[in-house]
């Protein structure tokens, strides 16, 4: 059993605790700078998926934005017992408008047929994007019959792979800002430490109720393409 102690030693020992808590978003603050330097690997091969409006390329995947997370669902044909795993992970996403807002699409793919998917989501009451797979694309970014996350960024010379997480990366997602965090551009935010040519503005202050973006547009206009 926890020890019973007075207010004031109460107080002294949170205090050691949330400095350490203090300390430990300094050292995620800093991973994120880093991952955002990560170097980018060229995505050569095409791929097609199949959504509720038919067949789409890769492309299509980012819906006109230059960010793209997804995540790799393990939902297979005709699957008795969907993952609980990654359903967990599905019901934790945030609104998407608030990723959308900063640039950035997300989206999940799956190797089970279209119809199967929408199903599945009308079941579990989602409404993200949601693809089936139909060739090598989850083999060929570390995604073979598991789960995972990956995030590409789209520019003038191409698609690019710019990070990858699995198993526990996985688990604390579910924030916008913890899922900014893993994008190349970030939260697009003053104070994050951010590669040259990345556009950033005031903290804070893009922040809407999520079905006011479209009435104040916020995404930073001069980011690196």
């Not at 002294?12 to 955002?36: I, P, V, W």
């Not at 003053?190 to 006011?212: I, L, M, N, S, Y």
């Not at 547009?217 to 001069?222: D, G, R, T, V, Y």
Request: charged share 25%.
């Amino acid at each position: 059993m926890n020890a019973i102690v007075d207010e004031a030693r109460w107080r002294s020992t949170h205090a050691e605790l949330l400095a350490q808590e203090k300390a430990m978003t300094r050292e995620l603050d800093r991973l994120a700078a880093e991952r955002r330097r990560l170097p980018w690997m060229r995505v050569e091969k095409s791929y097609r998926f199949t959504g509720p409006d038919g067949e789409t390329d890769f492309e299509g995947l980012f819906d006109g934005r230059s960010q793209l997370i997804i995540y790799h669902h393990m939902l297979k044909p005709n699957d008795p017992a969907p993952c609980p795993g990654c359903s967990m992970v599905g019901d934790h996403m945030p609104h998407l408008a608030h990723l959308n807002a900063r640039d950035v699409t997300l989206a999940f793919v799956a190797t089970a047929p279209s119809l199967e998917i929408e199903a599945y989501k009308r079941r579990m009451g989602w409404d993200m994007p949601f693809y089936q797979s139909i060739d090598s694309f989850g083999p060929d970014f570390g995604i073979d019959g598991g789960f995972g996350l990956n995030v590409f960024l789209r520019t003038d010379d191409g698609i690019m792979r710019t990070y990858y997480t699995s198993n526990r990366g996985v688990e604390t997602l579910g924030t916008p800002m913890t899922l900014l965090d893993l994008t190349p551009y970030g939260r697009q935010e003053t104070w994050q430490d951010a590669p040259e040519g990345v556009a950033q503005d005031a903290p804070f202050q893009w922040w809407r109720r999520h079905d006011e973006y479209e009435e104040h547009p916020s995404a930073p206009s001069a980011a690196r393409r």
